[in-house]
């Protein structure tokens, strides 16, 4: 939490259709005042001292009532100065093209659009916010992202524990599909002996027995694996003396089902070990994301 006096400011803005609203909510559930829309003129009304410092998210964009960038960049530097705040924008960005698909498939009309086509509200749009987006502390591409995705992101980086933990994120993906945009880490491991071209294999995944076992026995796995441990071990201590309290780390193989997937496995199962708070998921496996914790930990025992 904040050790400003006049507690915590989050600014929410970004393109219309990239999910404030569901930003918005996810910090209401976290415990944060949850305003959206409100004029930029009573900005100050509602950022008032007080005794319980209750950290405040606000929503913000063309929506907003004399909405400008410059005037809004204005007030915000005004209210830090005069409330010890500690301010953080949070700027929500999409694709143009899922955000014209966004609103194509709500029947809804883009704020800036009038009668023009969406497209060109998003333009106009663009235009207009990019200073903002400048200025932001943290960029959000929603484009691949779900609530329960924004909604794990939101919360490691924003949470309100006194003493947050330094949180790792590891999750597995398909380089056919593009990489993870909030990634902060890449780790390609295409390198290694691929099991789809094993027949038995193939329809299998990487938090299978016999996947794991065929990827481990890579003559050159064990020792690139503890390379990277070691790696990461240095270099995660660095992130958390600079402040950062969430890393996402993705772990990319050519179809995200056998060799990503079991070593973002083991990796989160080490790093678990090594006592971080850690979460792992796979973005481009189609089953049930989670744990095979029989395999992996009987892995990472071998590797002790």
């Not at 996810?26 to 005794?51: K, Q």
């Not at 016999?210 to 796995?221: C, L, R, W």
Request: with cysteine; charged share 25%; glycine share 8%.
């Amino acid at each position: 939490m904040s050790t400003h006096r006049g507690g915590r400011l989050l600014v929410v803005t970004g393109m219309s259709g990239a999910g404030r609203s569901t930003a918005l909510k996810t910090f209401e559930d976290m415990g944060y005042e949850a305003v959206d829309n409100l004029p930029l003129s009573l900005l100050p009304n509602l950022v008032v001292p007080t005794t319980t410092h209750l950290p405040l998210a606000v929503g913000v964009d063309v929506r907003t009532r004399d909405f400008a960038v410059p005037a809004l960049v204005a007030a915000l530097d005004r209210l830090v100065v005069e409330n010890d705040l500690d301010l953080r924008i949070v700027f929500l960005d999409c694709d143009d093209d899922r955000l014209a698909r966004r609103y194509t498939e709500t029947r809804r009309r883009h704020p800036l659009a009038g009668e023009r086509p969406v497209a060109d509200g998003i333009k106009l749009e663009r235009e207009r916010v990019r200073p903002l987006r400048d200025r932001a502390d943290l960029v959000i591409d929603t484009s691949m992202l779900n609530p329960g995705d924004l909604k794990r992101v939101l919360i490691g980086h924003f949470g309100i524990d006194a003493a947050p933990a330094f949180s790792v994120f590891v999750t597995s993906f398909s380089y056919r599909n593009g990489l993870p945009r909030d990634a902060d880490l890449v780790i390609d491991v295409r390198f290694l002996r691929n099991p789809h071209y094993v027949p038995g294999l193939q329809p299998l995944n990487g938090k299978d027995k016999a996947v794991g076992e065929y990827i481990a026995a890579d003559p050159d796995f064990h020792s690139l694996f503890d390379e990277l441990d070691a790696w990461l071990g240095r270099l995660l201590p660095r992130y958390e003396r600079e402040g950062k309290t969430y890393l996402t780390i993705a772990i990319g193989c050519t179809g995200g089902r056998h060799r990503s997937v079991y070593v973002a496995e083991l990796l989160a199962a080490r790093l678990s070990r090594d006592g971080r708070h850690v979460a792992v998921a796979h973005r481009d496996l189609d089953v049930n994301a989670g744990t095979d914790h029989e395999t992996v930990q009987a892995a990472v025992k071998d590797f002790a």
